[in-house]
C-alpha cells in the first residue's frame, strides 16, 4: 500500500489517494501516513500534503492514532486555520494527550486554536497528577435527569451524542451528583413512558480524580466497562475515563515493567526513535549497579582458590548451577510480579507464596538433581572419560542444584512482595537484580557442600 501511495503521490494523483483513505479505516491511514514519516527518502512536504487529502470528517480521528513526533511534525506544518479544525474536532483527553507529549511552543499553538471552553477544561485535566484518573479522564460524556422519560433521554442523546465520546454508557446526575448509570441498551428497549429513575442501576462503581490510574484501568478488567465515571470526593461527576484510554495504560504500564524487568530505566519512545546515547543512559545505570554487586560472586570464588585448586573439575559446573538459580529465581519472581499486578495476591500472602514456592521448589530440585546425577555419571565419567567426576563429586552438585532452586525460589517470590510493602515497583525486583543475588547464594552452597563431603 505505501509504494501504491507513493507513485500516486509522486504522480500527482490525489484523487485515486483519497479513494483509497476513504475505503481505509482511520487506524490504518494513520499508520501508512507514520510509513512515510519514517521512510527517509520522503520529501518532507509530502506528509502534510497526504494528510490534506483526507475527509475532513475523519482528520482528527487520524491524527489521534499518529505519535507525538508525527504529530509535532504536522502541526509545525499546518496554518493557523488548520490547527484550529483538528483541535475543535479532537476529542478532549486526546487533546490533552497531545499536549502532554508537545514542546512549549507547540502546546501554545494548540491552546490558541482551541476555544474558551476547550481551553478551560484543558487546563483543568493539566491540573491532574500525571498518574491519576483525572489525567486520563474526558469531560465529554451524555449526563441524563432521573426525572426524563425513555422517549425525552433518547432525543437528549440525540442532540448531544453527536460530540461526546461514547453514548453506549449514560450517567444520571443530580445537583451534577452522580445517582444512577444505564446503557443506551437500557433506553431503547424501554416505553417510551419509562422513568430513567425506574430504569436506571443506582449502585454506580466510579472512581475518584486522583485514583492511580494503573487501578483504573485494572477495573476495566475485572468489570467489563466500557467507560467509568470519575467523580470528586463530594461525588460529584467530573468525567469518564473510556476502554481505549484504559488499554493505552495497561499498554504503557506493562511496557514499564517490561523494562524494568530487564534492567532498562523505562522510555516513552519507539525503539527505533531512541538515540543512542538516550539508549545508552537507560541502559547504563543498572548494568553498572549490577556489575558492581557482582563482586561479590567474585570474591567468593577467590575465597575457595584453594578447594578449586584441590578439586578443578568443581569449576566446570558453575555456569550450569548459576544458570539454573537464575532461572528458577526469573521463574517464581515473574508469577509473583504478575499476580502482584492482577491484584490476585499482596503483602499479607506472603507466608502462603512462601510455602508453596518450598514445595514447588523440592519437586523441581529433587527432578533436575536427578537427571543431574545420571548426566555427572553417564556423560560425564563415562561418556567423557573424566575420573574426577566422581559420585562424590556428583553428590556435591546435586546437593547445590537442590538448595539453589530452593534458595532462588523464595528470594524470587519474596523480594517482589517486600518491594511493593516498601512502595517500590515490584518490576525492579525482576530477573538480573535476583540472578546477581542467586548467584552468590549458589557459590556459597556450593563450596559448603564441597569442603563438607569432598576431603579437600
Aim: glycine share 2%; charged share 25%.
Amino acid at each position: 500500500m505505501f509504494n501504491t501511495v507513493l507513485e500516486l503521490l509522486r504522480s500527482r494523483n490525489y484523487k485515486a489517494i483519497r479513494e483509497i483513505f476513504m475505503d481505509m479505516n482511520e487506524a490504518d491511514v494513520a499508520a501508512l501516513l507514520q510509513q512515510f514519516y519514517d521512510d527517509h527518502e520522503v520529501e518532507k512536504y509530502e506528509l502534510p500534503l497526504l494528510f490534506r487529502l483526507l475527509n475532513k470528517d475523519v482528520a482528527a480521528d487520524v491524527f489521534a492514532y499518529m505519535d507525538s513526533d508525527t504529530q509535532m511534525m504536522l502541526i509545525n506544518a499546518f496554518t493557523d486555520k488548520e490547527l484550529q479544525e483538528i483541535v475543535d474536532d479532537l476529542y478532549l483527553d486526546d487533546t490533552v494527550d497531545i499536549i502532554e507529549e508537545m514542546p512549549a511552543n507547540v502546546v501554545a499553538r494548540i491552546i490558541k486554536s482551541a476555544d474558551t471552553e476547550t481551553r478551560k477544561q484543558i487546563n483543568q485535566i493539566l491540573k491532574y497528577p500525571k498518574d491519576s484518573a483525572g489525567s486520563i479522564m474526558t469531560t465529554e460524556y451524555v449526563y441524563l435527569h432521573r426525572s426524563y422519560t425513555a422517549k425525552e433521554a433518547l432525543d437528549w442523546i440525540r442532540h448531544v451524542g453527536m460530540v461526546k465520546e461514547t453514548v453506549n454508557t449514560l450517567y444520571v446526575t443530580e445537583s451534577r451528583k452522580l445517582v444512577g448509570v444505564l446503557s443506551l441498551l437500557d433506553i431503547v428497549t424501554a416505553d417510551d413512558n419509562d422513568k430513567i429513575e425506574d430504569i436506571m442501576e443506582d449502585n454506580v462503581i466510579s472512581v475518584d480524580t486522583l485514583e492511580d490510574k494503573e487501578y483504573v484501568a485494572s477495573m476495566f478488567s475485572k468489570y467489563d466497562f466500557i467507560s467509568l465515571p470519575v467523580v470528586d470526593r463530594e461525588n460529584r461527576m467530573v468525567g469518564i475515563v473510556t476502554f481505549d484510554d484504559a488499554m493505552d495504560v495497561i499498554e504503557e504500564e506493562t511496557t514499564e515493567d517490561f523494562e524494568k524487568m530487564a534492567a532498562i530505566l523505562p522510555s516513552d519512545k519507539p525503539y527505533l526513535r531512541t538515540g543512542v546515547f538516550e539508549t545508552w543512559k537507560s541502559r547504563i545505570p543498572w548494568l553498572m549497579l549490577l556489575m558492581l554487586s557482582a563482586t561479590f560472586t567474585g570474591i567468593i570464588i577467590t575465597s575457595f582458590e584453594s578447594a578449586l585448586a584441590a578439586c578443578v573439575v568443581l569449576t566446570s559446573f558453575i555456569p550450569m548451577l548459576s544458570g539454573t538459580g537464575g532461572n528458577s529465581g526469573s521463574q517464581s519472581s515473574v508469577a509473583v510480579i504478575r499476580a502482584l499486578s492482577l491484584d490476585e495476591i499482596d503483602f499479607s500472602d506472603l507466608v502462603a507464596v512462601v510455602w508453596k514456592e518450598i514445595r514447588v521448589a523440592v519437586l523441581c530440585g529433587v527432578c533436575l538433581a536427578a537427571a543431574n546425577f545420571v548426566k555427572m555419571m553417564v556423560v560425564d565419567r563415562w561418556l567423557m572419560h573424566n575420573p574426577e567426576v566422581t559420585p562424590l563429586v556428583a553428590l556435591v552438585v546435586c546437593l547445590t542444584l537442590v538448595f539453589t532452586v530452593l534458595c532462588a525460589k523464595v528470594v524470587g517470590c519474596t523480594l517482589p512482595m517486600a518491594a511493593e510493602k516498601l512502595g517500590i515497583d515490584p518490576a525492579v525486583m525482576a530477573s538480573p537484580f535476583i540472578t546477581t543475588i542467586v548467584d552468590a547464594l549458589s557459590l556459597l552452597i556450593y563450596f559448603f557442600f564441597a569442603t563438607w563431603i569432598l576431603p579437600l
